[in-house]
């Protein structure tokens, strides 16, 4: 599954950098399809190939904001080799909204 499409980069280029927003906008959910991971993301680099969001991958007060590459995302295999997916369904909201929407364990930005 490609991870990035041109509609998302088109996003992320809107937005920028959300780095001093209370509530940004989470742009595009990635997730695992055979056990823990999920990641919210609010921001990409394209010259980095990096993103910026909300990794919940164990749940339980180990939620976190962070960076992660695509370049991880792209090369993980989980069960039965799948690798990870972007939710088709999810379209972009602010934080507070998937803080609602998810139940995260989330302490802020």
């Known amino acids: 599954m490609k991870l990035l499409t041109e509609e998302t980069l088109s996003l ?3 937005l920028g950098c959300q780095s001093e927003s209370d509530d940004p906008t989470v742009v595009c959910k ?3 399809p055979t056990g823990a ?3 919210f993301v ?3 680099d394209e010259e980095s190939k ?3 969001g909300y990794v919940s991958i164990f749940g339980d007060h180990c939620d976190e904001w962070g960076a992660f590459s695509l370049e991880e995302l792209e ?3 989980g069960k039965f080799g799948l690798s990870i997916e972007r939710d ?3 379209k972009p909201m602010k ?3 998937v803080n609602k929407l998810y139940k995260l364990n989330s302490y802020g930005k």
């Open 37 to 39: 991971g999920t990641w």
């Open 88 to 90: 088709l369904y999810f």
């Open 30 to 32: 990635f997730f695992n």
């Open 42 to 44: 609010t921001e990409y």
């Open 75 to 77: 090369s993980f295999r």
């Open 95 to 97: 934080f507070s909204e």
């Open 12 to 14: 992320f280029r809107e």
């Open 50 to 52: 990096i993103f910026f």
